[in-house]
């Protein structure tokens, strides 16, 4: 199981901007591909930014484009959203997860699952 820790939510208003941090427990997210993903009440979790193990690739959901920015530290082991412009529809349950094997595409499909379960995430409240 790859074991992942979400944090740095918070309540933001209307173009402000928040940076989430993913963090592994008892392993290291460097060689390691990264997603983050959304899940709002009563939607389906998306994947909405995604980077290769090497950071040579990264995806991003059309609905975040050009205002996320998926940063990896391979200094302190941590991957980051980078989250500016943000909207109210932005509101919502952020996630990491960790893959060893997939793409960054991949990790950002529908299909994706974690190996083991998904983390407590972290809540995300964009004011208008």
């Known amino acids: 199981q790859l074991q992942v820790v979400e944090s740095g939510g918070g309540l933001v208003q209307a173009g402000g901007s928040l940076r989430l941090s993913c963090a592994a427990l008892?392993?290291?997210?460097?060689?390691?591909?990264v997603g983050w993903y959304r899940q709002a009440p009563g939607q389906e979790r998306e994947g909405i930014s995604c980077?290769?193990?090497?950071?040579?690739?990264?995806f991003y959901a059309d609905s975040v484009k050009g205002r996320f920015t998926i940063i990896r530290d391979n200094i302190n082991h941590l991957v980051y959203l980078q989250m500016n412009s943000l909207k109210p529809e932005d509101t919502s349950i952020y996630y990491c997860?960790?893959?060893?094997?997939?793409?960054?595409?991949?990790?950002?499909?529908?299909?994706?699952?974690?190996?083991?379960?998904w983390g407590q995430g972290t809540q995300v409240t964009v004011s208008p």
């Open positions: 997860a960790a893959d060893y094997n997939l793409g960054a595409q991949a990790m950002c499909a529908s299909t994706f699952r974690p190996f083991g379960s």
């Open positions: 980077i290769s193990k090497d950071a040579g690739a990264t």
């Open positions: 008892g392993f290291t997210l460097d060689y390691y591909a």
